[in-house]
């Protein structure tokens, strides 16, 4: 899923411990080669492939991020859209590449195609299929979240119920650590990669930040992130980073994503809506932006770089 995965835990017996990790990296793996746009035989690429021609049989696995991904979508009006894949190959933000900005022709021709509303599940059949030839799937912004709660239950399948899981961005703390809580940190997005700005405890929560110092190239004095708003094909305004604390692990992914896009006004609002649902913003103008039910948890460490 093109991060790097993590587990620690608190066990009593180390071989017992290691005999769960290698089933929770053997679960990664195939959640990879089912929701990953990279592999060809993928359910993903398989849906892809067959867009405006036949739906496609694919599994519960598929099925259950792609309800996910919709509800999300109707919450953030569609500023989390899993079919942004209309734009794959356009903009490329990964360091070894060329990095450029397409014409805005070329973004506009593909807007019409990203539409999460018009993918088509049928759960009894088992289906998905996009009516639209140009329509394409990409679950970068969920998958990884589905597969740190899948690693979860493993792990709690095992009687394993203190430990951290982490992928990437995407977080999940269970129980405690020997005598002390999980504790989690929110990098600086304008600091170098060790320096955090605030930190707080963990206790059966999930943790995801989304952020626009990752994926990204500067040209004229503007930074170009990965992270696309769905309405303009361009990377999204407003936010520098956005953290989401919640329960389940699919859920902070998407949201973390979905409220950089809306912007931080907007984005606030809606985690406050939201039951279990906490965030932290960081603005484009590094104002610091806490809901409501932080406050007392979070510490702050010291303010953000201010930054371009």
Partial sequence: MGSEVRVTASVSSEPDALHAFEKVFDEF???????????ADSDVSRINGEAARTPVKV???????LRTAKQVGEWTGGTFDVTFGALSGLWKFDHDQDNRIPRRDQVRARLPDIDFRAIELNVNSGTVFL???G????????GKGYAV????SILRAAGINDFLIQAGGDLYASGARSDRPWRAAIRDPRGPVDRFFAAMNLRDETF???????????????????ILDPDTGEPAAGCRSVTIVARQAMLADALSTGVFVLGPQAGMALIEKLPD???VIVTDSNAVMVSSG???????LHSPTDAP
């Fill in 29 to 39: 793996d195939r959640l990879d080669r089912l929701l990953s746009v990279w592999h």
């Fill in 59 to 65: 599994s519960a696995e598929t099925l259950e991020v």
């Fill in 131 to 133: 009516p639209r030839t």
């Fill in 135 to 142: 329509m394409r799937l990409h679950l970068g912004g969920i």
């Fill in 149 to 152: 709660d899948r690693a979860a």
């Fill in 208 to 226: 995801s930040t989304s952020g626009d110092y990752e994926r990204y190239f500067i040209r004229d004095g503007r930074r170009y992130h990965h």
């Fill in 277 to 279: 649902v906490e965030g």
């Fill in 294 to 300: 932080l406050t007392g948890r979070l510490e702050r």
